[in-house]
């Protein structure tokens, strides 16, 4: 027997049919799983499926709950995520539990684990057996899969947990073993249990987590051993004590469950790189699989030397971060500050900086802490800059009847981080659904406190007439309630649209010119062709590309704001899109302009007349990108006649900021012969 074997089985439970049941014939053991707080079991979703019927495994589907003493509980199938094999099984009453200890991030794989579960080894009724077999835990980073190497995975043990014997910590789920193959299994990451905040409405994950860090204080702060005392032991044992002790991290983790939660994993990575970026005087960006409580951003701060060259050799800033980072939490809480756990959570904070060894450390924590008291004085200045990431989606041209994409991390300075990409790429009409789960995640990461992050497309001219301001990067279910995830992410967020072309010519000082006018401001509208609105397109003697760039080249010099072309109709092809180059050429980083071709309206000096007033009426590029989402929003209705705001329904922002990407190398060619 292990070391863990005994308080872990403590923790394990059977699960199969409720007592009356709706199948008489079904068996007593449907397979494992395990208390992760009080009233709340963590098992596979196939172990909760058993029946035909999917009455089972919808919220409130009775099942039996039998723990390690043989008593039988009343439980409820709380949420099932189907497309993870992970489902939360509620268990009223059951305050008494023994829980076991999540992990606060992913396996740091390979790692030596423990599989703990029950199994029919009899195969016969009432013949059930407690387990635990040895494996080399690999996989299992931004919420793949674990395979378990050398892994004995017995029938029933599936919803069992796998613990990291180096940690004492719960980080994955027994799903089975690979068919075919009797010493290969596999599990879910623990983590994976955070996709409840995207997939379940009125998500329990942080109240789960919130009770299991309440449990785990109890516990410690009462007699008796404890799995932070565990802890405590399994490190001395193995020659590996932290500054972060087991001691600190079952407080800290207990005080972050008394407050208010991150109003997404946007807000906890953007706090956990702050915390990153003073320790270590370091841009180098820490990343994770959606961290979704505050608990969950302290872990991705253990031992921050790993992976980067700024850390001093030998000196384990483990503690450092930790606390910084945790200063940083009670400064995000703004005005539930006055809270009793926002108090208590600050006390543990200035404690625990007092003691610092690394001064300089110590007084940006203070400083933080002291900026969070006076900061409702509209005199002091931000302790914290804010620093928010947007989302750049890329979109390149079609090879062979596919666009490759990619979905990125847009940082303030230019940086970015691919989130998901797609080499090969898919036909246009497929884009919207392909790109969806790397928005959805990329906007998860970039939202963050009160910031709703923007959303640039990097598109080619061909695509400039996609409604990708209609695009959502999460579809509504009809079972569930109207979510603002759901809404087209151009009535939400900001949105506009690049251009590869433009990317070519790279940063010249006439793009500096005209982004610098643009930004400060005033505008006004000019036609981007000139015999419009006044002799409609079909002019006889229109404008000439030269002439153009000559008349669009004026305004952009920077003295006295910043003139900004609109257009009628689209700048996808013909005349618009030659026209937009030489705006381009001139200058211009702004562009107002349609989704539709030239013969699709006859109203184009009303829209000239309106884009006009709107222009004039945004200081500046930044607000002007604002009054085209509330626009949008006015206009979205197919119903509604009014005129106001009927003429900007198929309108196009084309912007190209200030913080655009670093330009990609350009591929080496021979020289012509």
Known sequence: MSS?????????????????????????????????APEWVVTCAHVVDKRVGAMEREPGGPVTVTTYDEERLDGEIAHVLAGHDLALVRVPGAD?????????????TPAQVELFGWASTLGAHGAEEFVATTAIATGGRQGQALWLKSALVLPGCSGGPVVDTRYGSVVG????????????????????????GDEVAGSPWAEVVGAHDRHHLRRFEGPGDCWPRRHHRLALAQGRPHSFTPQSRTQL??????????????????????ASRRMLRSTQRIESNDPRTWREGAGLLHDPREGTEAAPAGQDLEQEGVVLYAAMVYL????????????KLRDWVHKAADALENEVIREETLEILAGGDRDADPEAGPVLEAVHDDVLVVIEPEIYGTHPWRVQLLDPDGGTTTVRYDEEGVPRHGLEEAVRQGLSEALARADAGQYVAAVDFLLPRALFDEPVDEWRSRLPRADEPPSVH???????????????????DGVTPEWNRGRRATDRGPLEAVPLCLDVPDRGHTATAPEGEEAAYARLSVGTAGLAGASLPVYCASTATGRGSRVLTRAFHAGHVAVLCRRTGEDGHDDCAEFYRRAAELVRDAPTGSALRERVRVLRNLSADPDRSDRQTAWARHIVLIYDPPHRPALPDEPLHAPPL
């Open 4 to 36: 863990l074997e005994a308080p872990v089985s403590r923790g394990v439970v059977r699960i199969g049919p409720a007592a009356d049941g709706y199948d008489a014939d079904s068996a007593d053991f449907w397979g494992s799983g395990f208390f992760v």
């Open 332 to 343: 995000t809480l703004r005005a539930r500050r006055d809270s009793p756990g926002a108090q």
């Open 486 to 504: 759901t809404l087209p992410i151009g009535r939400r967020r900001v949105v506009a649209l690049r251009d590869q072309l433009r990317r070519r």
């Open 253 to 274: 983790y207990g005080l972050f469950a008394d407050v208010e939660p991150p109003t997404g994993p946007g807000e906890v990575l953007q706090l956990v790189n702050g």
């Open 173 to 196: 789920v027994i799903k089975g073993k690979k068919q075919g193959d009797a010493t290969l299994g596999r599990a879910e990451s623990i983590t994976v249990l955070r996709a409840l």
């Open 96 to 108: 008494f539990a023994d829980c076991l200890w999540l992990s606060d991030r992913s396996a740091a």
